[in-house]
């Protein structure tokens, strides 16, 4: 049930890793699963809810729950729109999580635990597809 409610959910975001798959252009850092965005996040933790209230695990009325979880995404919507913020609500309760079940620092962010980029020394040639049409018929003037 989870499953289906997460794909419910963010089904735009989990379909175009499928649709990269068949294009055979699969890039990691646009996968909806390994970075996902906070509508993903959230329609997974709703479809959690959900399930946990279908299965009477959680004691709360199916319409209480709806209107809470309605009021939840509203409240974070505007304050995120407000806010000019692409950040997650939810980065305290994983943060936490994460040291409760991993050991991980409290409060650290995502680019705090990962090792920066080798830097790549740039080659002052060119190759043809960093040559705009414009720059190689330049050069064909020029030659000539």
Known sequence: MVLVGYVKGSGVALISNFEQLLRGVWRPDTNEILNMSFPTKASLYGAILFTLQEAHWLPVSKSTLILVFTLFMATC?????????????????????????????????????????????????????????GTRKRKVKKAE
């Open 77 to 133: 919507k505007v304050v995120m729109t407000a806010r000019h913020s692409h950040g997650s609500p939810f980065t305290l309760i994983e943060s936490w999580v994460c040291h409760l079940l991993f050991g991980s620092p409290l409060g650290g962010s995502e680019e705090d635990h990962h090792h920066p980029p080798a830097s790549v020394p740039s080659s002052p040639l060119k190759t043809k597809e960093e040559l705009s049409e």
